[in-house]
């Protein structure tokens, strides 16, 4: 055997000359393809194979693991740009609001629902196929001269950082996204159902759904309940007293949609069925909702749901 013979080569880079093997699959490779192992190097495909049969680390529910609560930042900047959208042109909150039915005026003047209507009014609204309002009006706020003012957005934001942090790190991106959507459809859903004609604004629908879920975890979980349930108690207290300021009907709708969806992500079997059995029910949870709207809709328009 020739000197040149006795050459080895990378098997991915065939003219570099190489003497170390991959420990894994026994092929030399040269220094650009090396990366450590616990013994010895392995080549890039090993490395990449070896990363694709580990399993993925997941929560108690399911979810991935994440560190940083990316979903609740997002939703935080998405609700103060609304808000400073609402500060330029405040004729958003009356086009994006949540709301059922109501009539406005070739003036632009907003009146109360009433069917059939005539010619020199409009539908707007749900009854009028403004059907985007179901979850817009969850990202708007009161301005800063009705009602409670800039406390709306402040309170309702502190809420989303202290909760929806904790909440999303346990759930997971995927799960904590849908439950928070959810709940402020769930919220718009019930006020559709009870006050149809009043306009509806705020992300408490969906800070209710995640004040139920965080009660729910804390259960399941076993932390220190004292401190959950005074979270609990001060959520269901502004739920009543706030009634006259906001609407309770979103507040309940959120915290009875969350409290759903939490429960199907808590209690569905540790086993291959649960990512299955949390998506059916989240899809059930959806197409109840959309069905009732459509109902309520239909009923207020005389049966001719937009």
């Known amino acids: 055997m020739t000197a040149e013979s006795a050459v080895t080569t990378c098997f991915r880079h065939p003219k570099v000359e190489s003497h170390v093997r991959c420990t894994r699959c026994d092929r030399h490779i040269c220094p650009s393809c090396m990366r450590e192992a616990a013994v010895g190097h392995q080549c890039v495909e090993c490395v990449m194979e070896g990363a694709r049969s580990?399993?993925?680390?997941?929560?108690?529910?399911?979810?991935?693991?994440?560190?940083?609560?990316?979903?609740?930042?997002?939703?935080?900047?998405?609700?103060?740009?609304?808000?400073?959208a609402e500060l330029a042109r405040p004729s958003?909150?009356?086009?994006?609001?949540?709301?059922?039915?109501?009539?406005?005026?070739?003036?632009?003047?907003?009146?109360?629902?009433?069917?059939?209507?005539?010619?020199?009014?409009?539908?707007?609204?749900?009854?009028?196929?403004?059907?985007?309002?179901?979850?817009?009006?969850?990202?708007l706020h009161m301005p800063p001269t009705e009602g409670i003012g800039v406390l709306h957005i402040v309170m309702n934001m502190a809420s989303l950082w202290t909760v929806g942090r904790v909440v999303e790190t346990q759930l997971g991106r995927v799960r904590y996204l849908a439950l928070y959507l959810l709940s402020a459809l769930g919220g718009s859903v019930l006020q559709l159902l009870i006050a149809p004609d009043v306009l509806?604004?705020?992300?408490?629908?969906?800070?209710?759904?995640?004040?139920?879920?965080?009660?729910?975890?804390?259960?399941?979980?076993?932390?220190?309940?004292?401190?959950v349930n005074r979270y609990m108690i001060g959520l269901l207290l502004w739920l009543v007293l706030s009634a006259g300021m906001t609407s309770w009907q979103g507040h309940l709708g959120g915290l009875l949609a969350g409290g759903t969806v939490t429960l199907a992500y808590a209690y569905a079997p540790r086993d291959g069925r649960r990512t299955l059995i949390q998506t059916a029910v989240c899809l059930g949870l959806l197409v109840v909702l959309l069905v009732l709207a459509w109902v309520k809709v239909s009923d207020l328009t005389g049966g001719a749901a937009a």
Not at 56 to 74: D, E, K, M, N
Not at 104 to 128: I, K
């Open 54 to 84: 580990v399993r993925q680390a997941r929560t108690a529910f399911g979810g991935r693991i994440s560190a940083v609560p990316l979903v609740t930042y997002v939703l935080i900047g998405l609700n103060v740009l609304a808000y400073l």
């Open 92 to 139: 958003i909150v009356d086009r994006f609001g949540m709301l059922g039915a109501g009539l406005e005026g070739t003036d632009g003047a907003h009146y109360l629902w009433q069917y059939p209507y005539d010619s020199s009014v409009h539908a707007e609204g749900l009854a009028g196929g403004e059907w985007e309002r179901l979850l817009t009006g969850a990202f």
């Open 200 to 227: 509806g604004i705020g992300a408490s629908g969906a800070i209710f759904g995640l004040g139920a879920a965080y009660w729910i975890m804390g259960r399941r979980l076993g932390y220190d309940m004292q401190a």
